[in-house]
């Protein structure tokens, strides 16, 4: 059976709409202004700010640690930021590691209570047609690049690497190395610039970690609608803030790192897992999410 929630205040990014929502099972079906449906339970959600649940990337989940310090990690870092899925990446130095690191990281993750993705960073040495190709197969949802010296940038074959990642398509996105932080926004500038003459399919600045990820970056990895959206045929998973005068007219980036203390509930895939202080941690909970196809939705 159904329900509906209505007059949901919805925050996306920096835009607040309210509409009623028609939930079955996991996901949404209906998404309009008014749901007329006498025989369905109502929540009401007006004293709320509601914002889809978070995506973030986090580079330095404690994958070996003893199972309570893991539990900690993942409460204090996601699960009370109102966060179910997140982003991380494992760092290849050999091309043949790729699928075997992949593995040992699913396992260490086995536990995780909110759906995960697992890229790869690797030094742009090994940016071959044939690393790619094996990520291609793993379906990796971004390639990160650690860039420590831009005259290695001229060495490689853009034209060959454009091929490779064709049809899949997963970006390739900057690191940048200590060693040339001096200069980063030449980096940045140079790094862009190569992505656009080549067309390659890319992330054009550094991602930022622990911050809520963007709707066209979450697009390029291929979550989007399907993760971080409250549309038609998205899963359930939001937040419900507290309503006050003093966040009606902020961003979500600035709910997530400012306004903490309102968040009241969490709901991933259709279950509460936060309400109020009590946070429900369900080992295993979390899916690995392997996409299908990254940039697949369009964004006008």
């Given at each position: 059976?159904?329900?509906i929630?209505?007059?949901?205040?919805?925050l996306?990014?920096t835009k607040?709409?309210?509409?009623?929502?028609l939930i079955?099972g996991?996901?949404i079906?209906?998404?309009?202004?008014r749901?007329?449906?006498?025989k369905?339970?109502?929540?009401?959600a007006?004293p709320?700010i509601m914002?889809?649940?978070?995506?973030?990337?986090?580079?330095?989940?404690p994958?070996?640690?003893?199972?309570?310090?893991?539990?900690?990690?993942?409460?204090e870092?996601?699960?009370?930021?109102?966060?179910t899925?997140f982003?991380?990446?494992i760092t290849?130095?050999?091309?043949?590691?790729?699928?075997?690191?992949?593995?040992?990281?699913k396992?260490?993750?086995?536990?995780s209570?909110?759906d995960?993705?697992?890229?790869v960073?690797i030094?742009?040495?090994?940016?071959?047609?044939?690393?790619?190709?094996?990520?291609?197969?793993?379906?990796?949802?971004?390639?990160?690049?650690e860039?420590?010296?831009?005259?290695?940038?001229?060495?490689?074959?853009?034209?060959?690497?454009?091929e490779?990642?064709?049809p899949?398509?997963?970006?390739l996105?900057?690191?940048?190395s200590?060693?040339?932080?001096?200069e980063?926004?030449?980096?940045?500038?140079?790094?862009?610039?190569?992505?656009?003459n080549?067309?390659?399919?890319?992330?054009?600045e550094?991602?930022?970690?622990n911050?809520?990820?963007?709707?066209?970056l979450?697009?390029?990895?291929?979550?989007?609608?399907?993760?971080?959206?409250?549309?038609?045929?998205?899963?359930?998973?939001y937040n419900l803030?507290?309503?006050?005068?003093?966040?009606?007219?902020v961003?979500?980036?600035?709910?997530f790192?400012?306004?903490?203390?309102?968040?009241?509930?969490?709901?991933?895939?259709?279950?509460?897992i936060?309400?109020g202080?009590k946070?429900l941690?369900?080992?295993?909970?979390?899916?690995?999410?392997?996409?299908?196809?990254p940039?697949?939705?369009?964004?006008?």
């Open positions: 059976m159904g329900y929630i209505e007059n949901a205040n919805i996306k990014e607040l709409t309210q509409s009623s929502l079955e996991t996901h079906v209906v998404k309009q202004n749901i007329h449906h006498n369905l339970m109502r929540m009401n007006e709320f914002t889809p649940a978070y995506v973030i990337l986090d580079s330095k989940i994958l070996n640690a003893p199972f309570q310090e893991f539990r900690k990690y993942m409460i870092n996601f699960l009370l930021k109102g966060c899925t982003l991380t990446y290849i130095s050999y091309e043949n590691e790729l699928a075997e690191k992949i593995k040992e990281t396992t260490s993750l086995v536990s209570p909110i995960f993705l697992i890229s960073k030094p742009l040495r090994i940016l071959t047609p044939s690393f790619i190709r094996k990520c291609k197969k793993e379906r990796v949802p971004a390639i990160f690049i860039i420590d010296d831009m005259a290695e940038f001229s060495e490689i074959p853009w034209g060959w690497i454009r490779a990642l064709f899949y398509n997963c970006p996105a900057p690191i940048i200590k060693d040339v932080k001096k980063p926004r030449k980096v940045v500038s140079k790094w862009k610039l190569i992505m656009e080549e067309k390659i399919p890319s992330i054009l550094e991602v930022k970690e911050h809520p990820l963007s709707v066209p979450l697009n390029k990895l291929g979550l989007y609608p399907q993760k971080a959206s409250l549309l038609h045929g998205s899963e359930v998973s803030f507290y309503k006050a005068r003093e966040i009606m007219n961003d979500e980036a600035a709910l790192h400012y306004h903490s203390d309102r968040l009241v509930v969490t709901v991933s895939k259709g279950q509460v936060r309400a202080e946070v941690f369900k080992p295993g909970n979390g899916e690995y999410v392997k996409v299908r196809t940039s697949y939705f369009y964004l006008s």
